[in-house]
Nanobody
Framework: QVHVAESGGGSVQAGGSLRLSCAAS????????MDWYRQAPGKQRELVAG???????NYVDSVKGRFTLSRDNAKNTVYLQMNSLKPEDTGIYSC???????????????WGQGTQVTVSS
């Protein structure tokens, strides 16, 4: 079994910062990628940022220069540092992990439960 859990959400004023964490635990051989999605009220879920096992990152244009991904492989954890937050960053942030559970095995995909981020103006 694999469990993926986010933490670090909360409420901040515009211009503030939050750091989200996504931790995977359980039967894990490797984490090939971890992606952050967000869903704003009344909108479709969108990919915000992602990081590969090799450390390559990608960001949606609206967060470039403000959000930064990092990972701690020993802890199977990825961090999303969010600075200069804007009201339009409000939403539920969810982690999506691509994981191999054994050497040479297939990839499996897991969602976390999500964490709420609210940015007030």
């Amino acid at each position: 079994q694999v469990h993926v859990a986010e933490s670090g959400g909360g409420s901040v004023q515009a211009g503030g910062s939050l750091r989200l964490s996504c931790a995977a635990s359980g039967s894990i051989f490797s984490i090939n990628a971890m992606d952050w999605y967000r869903q704003a009220p009344g909108k479709q879920r969108e990919l915000v940022a992602g990081i590969t096992s090799g450390g390559k990152t990608n960001y949606v244009d609206s967060v470039k220069g403000r959000f930064t991904l990092s990972r701690d492989n020993a802890k199977n954890t990825v961090y999303l540092q969010m600075n200069s937050l804007k009201p339009e960053d409000t939403g539920i942030y969810s982690c999506y992990a691509t994981i191999r559970r054994r050497v040479g095995g297939p990839e499996y995909f897991y969602w976390g439960q999500g964490t709420q981020v609210t940015v007030s103006s």
